[in-house]
Antibody, heavy 122, light 108 residues
């Protein structure tokens, strides 16, 4: 059974840093792209970043570019999101998700974790 | 970047109704369009991928169509468990993906 479990969410002051983790199990983690998505309170879903299987390609939403860094450790079946220079508008539940790519269809996010809450406030 | 315009932002419907939600892309995205259901406190759930393919385990009352810039999600015979917020997600091209703004389906 595929499982994704996020952790690391916390209350942090504006300008601070936080590192989120996502522990994966039930599939060959190193074979799949992975993604972070967030949802601010009362707002819609926002795609944040994704990373290729070997970490050689990373893409970011404009809203986090230069402040957030996505990474992974395939030996530990783990995905990370390093968040620096945090702002109030980064307050959200952060989800990790698996990107399913195949030769027969476009990519999509098929499995999701339950999310971890990040609150940026003084 | 590709922008996704989803409509309506909310709608009221009764059990048994047929509901239609649309997403329009700012440029052609072929069939790189997926639909998700989101309930409060729960992870998003994929319903439709590649514009019209039903994800395994999803009831057949959900269907998707479209290609290029215009896409539709139809929920036939709305059930009580279908009251939720629905999002489209484009996964085309430059690998910076975008969600639509969401459509909240409420009980009339």
């Amino acid at each position: 059974e595929v499982q994704l479990v996020e952790s690391g969410g916390d209350l942090v002051q504006p300008g601070g840093s936080l590192r989120l983790s996502c522990a994966a199990s039930g599939f060959t983690f190193g074979s799949d792209w992975m993604t972070w998505v967030r949802q601010a309170p009362g707002k819609g879903l926002e795609w944040v970043a994704n990373i290729k299987q070997d970490g050689s390609e990373k893409y970011y939403a404009d809203s986090v570019k230069g402040r957030f860094t996505i990474s992974r450790d395939n030996a530990k079946n783990s995905l990370y999101l390093q968040m620096n220079s945090l702002r109030a508008e980064d307050t959200a539940v952060y989800y990790c998700a698996r990107d399913l790519w195949s030769s027969s269809s476009p990519p999509y996010l098929d499995y999701w974790g339950q999310g971890t809450l990040v609150t940026v406030s003084s | 970047d590709i922008q996704m315009t989803q409509s309506p932002s909310s709608l009221s419907a009764s059990v048994g109704d047929t509901v239609t939600i649309t997403c329009r892309a700012s440029q052609s995205i072929s069939n790189h369009l997926n639909w998700y259901q989101k309930k409060p406190g729960k992870a998003p759930k994929v319903l439709i991928y590649a514009a019209s393919s039903l994800q395994s385990g999803v009831p057949s009352r959900f269907s998707g169509s479209g290609s290029g810039t215009d896409f539709t999600l139809i929920i036939s015979s709305l059930q009580p468990e279908d009251f939720a917020t629905y999002y489209c997600l484009q996964t085309y091209g430059s690998l910076t993906w975008t969600f639509g703004q969401g459509t909240k389906v409420e009980i009339k």
